[in-house]
């Protein structure tokens, strides 16, 4: 009996481990992006700091 390539299989449907790592990559930058506008968005201007913000967390 002969043996072909002990030890791998044959690529999954999402392809190469590389292209695979490549998406998933490409996915999480897009989520931190969106992540990081939806803060900027939360965040008030610069010049419309109300008094006392400074003491929200305590």
């Known amino acids: 009996m ?3 390539n ?6 999954a ?7 695979r790592l490549k998406a998933a990559l490409k996915a999480n930058m897009a989520r931190r992006k969106a992540q990081a506008r939806a803060r900027a968005a939360q965040q ?3 010049g419309d700091d109300a008094p006392g913000q ?3 967390n305590e």
């Open 13 to 19: 449907k999402g392809g190469t481990r590389e292209e």
């Open 6 to 11: 002990p030890g791998k299989t044959s690529p």
């Open 44 to 46: 008030p201007a610069a």
């Open 2 to 4: 002969e043996r072909r």
């Open 54 to 56: 400074d003491q929200q």
